[in-house]
């Protein structure tokens, strides 16, 4: 992050942030689950939560440390350059957190919002289904009513954590007659009986993550359970899309941050034709490119992280702002990991240097938590809801030219 726009609380988070990255995170630890050797590193999750690390937004009471989107952001930035799957661990108890601390009654809170925090319960959170991630208000996982409880019937796939989380925070429709956005709810999901995790699938990067398939086979799950009420689940949802995107946009920041200064720095090392090849226009000005795009990504992040704490943008503009930091910086990253490679030239695609890792894990950015297509989806609604609603601009731009009056050539239909 931008060092002379911090506090000195954040850039004291961020230099503690960068000592638990330095000092507690085995680099076997990193290599053993991208040979997916280790499926899912509980440990990791423990360490985090005693350094107080989770959920950094939380109240005290809670186990976080009540701050606020800047210092989520200026934490994941530090923590990203361990590749995708740490970074996402590192989110999941805010993503998850961000339901239970908006929705959860003080019982929901105790139950599972401390306990996350303290590395004693792991969350996971299962939206897409075999049948797709995008239309999410077609959700097909069913919660049928049984005495106090439901029965939860359905697929979710693509799970991070699923291998190894001990809750899963699950949509299920709960009123098969109501418009999708009024018939879905959100459960929380205890590991046990009718809950069978598979791990099915053979990952391009992001590995050792735990990500699973999961099959509900009429899983129990009491009515206690239910987070924001029967047939509130849009509503979550809506909620839990700030934590998810923000998070992929700033841990895209640290992953592209640390494939650019391993390409800088053996651009400033490696020689061809007698000279360091940083000296070739063709290399320093993709580092060049690289640095405007981070820091561009950066200052759009920041912007809306800003916009999220201080709470004075309306909700759409909010999720416009979310969507379009979700779609530059995970887009920036990869443009930034793979021109990388490229300065590296062939070493760059060995194992010798884990650029060919990043890249494997930078690839998903722009999928998971909502497609790019999905997001300009949301960024272009959000404007147009705005935009059409909103007053003429101040000075009639449109009349500053010659032949403005020509009202015969300006025809729409
Ligand atoms: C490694 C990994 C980890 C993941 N982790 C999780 C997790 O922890 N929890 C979870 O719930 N999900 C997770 N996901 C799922 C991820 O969020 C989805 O894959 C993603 O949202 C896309 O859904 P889909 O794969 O079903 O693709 P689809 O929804 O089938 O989309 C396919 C293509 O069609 C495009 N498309 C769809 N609808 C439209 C439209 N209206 N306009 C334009 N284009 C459209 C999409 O952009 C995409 O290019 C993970 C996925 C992976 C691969």
């Known amino acids: 992050m931008f060092d002379f726009m911090l506090t000195d609380e954040q850039r004291a988070l961020r230099d503690e942030v ?61 923590i990203g350059v361990l590749g995708a799957s740490l970074a996402c661990l590192f989110s999941l108890p805010s993503i998850v957190g961000e339901a239970l601390h908006v929705f959860g009654t003080p019982d929901q809170k105790a139950r599972w919002l401390r306990p996350a925090l303290a590395g004693q ?14 239309d999410f208000f077609g959700t097909t996982t069913a919660a049928v009513r049984d005495g106090d409880g439901f029965r939860l019937r359905g697929q979710k796939r693509f799970v991070v954590g699923a291998e190894g989380a001990d ?14 956005h009024q018939g879905i709810s959100a ?24 990500t699973g398939r999961l099959y509900f086979r009429d899983a129990y799950v009491p009515a206690e359970n239910l987070i924001g009420g029967l047939n509130g689940g849009a509503a979550v949802f809506y909620e839990m899309m700030i934590p998810e995107r923000m998070t992929s946009a700033a841990g895209a920041l640290g992953m592209a941050r640390a494939a650019l200064e391993i390409a800088a720095r053996y651009a400033d090392r490696r020689v061809a034709f007698g000279q360091k090849i940083r000296r070739f226009e063709g290399v320093s000005f993709k580092v060049a490119d690289g640095l405007t795009r981070l820091d561009a990504a950066r ?51 060995t194992d010798i240097y884990p650029i060919e890792r990043l890249l494997r894990d930078v690839r998903l950015l ?48």
């Open 18 to 78: 960068r000592a638990f990255v330095r000092d507690e995170v085995p680099r076997q630890l990193i290599l053993d689950m991208d040979a997916d050797e280790v499926r899912y590193p509980r440990g990791y999750i423990e360490k985090l939560a005693a350094h107080r690390l989770l959920g950094l937004r939380f109240p005290p009471q809670y186990g976080g440390r009540g701050l606020g989107w800047q210092e989520e952001i200026v934490a994941l930035e530090e």
């Open 121 to 134: 319960l792991t969350v996971a959170e299962a939206l897409t289904e075999p049948r797709g991630g995008s």
């Open 167 to 180: 809750l899963f925070l699950v949509y299920a429709r709960t009123d098969p007659d109501a418009k999708p």
């Open 187 to 210: 459960f929380i999901v205890e590991r046990g009986e009718g809950v069978e995790v598979h791990h099915v699938y053979g990952l391009m990067g992001t590995r050792g993550g735990g």
């Open 299 to 349: 200052g759009l992040v920041y912007a809306t992280a800003r916009a999220v704490d201080d709470g004075v943008a309306s909700p759409g503009r909010v999720r416009r702002l979310v969507s379009e930091s979700k779609k530059f910086a995970t887009g920036a990253a990869w443009e930034v990991v793979n021109d990388a490679m490229q300065i590296m030239g062939g070493i760059g695609y």
């Open 366 to 413: 722009t999928i998971w938590t909502g497609t790019d297509e999905i997001m300009n989806l949301i960024i272009q609604h959000e404007f147009y809801k705005e935009f059409l609603a909103a007053r003429p601009p101040a000075r009639d731009i449109e009349a500053d030219a010659r032949e403005a009056d020509n009202v015969a050539e300006k025809v729409y239909e």
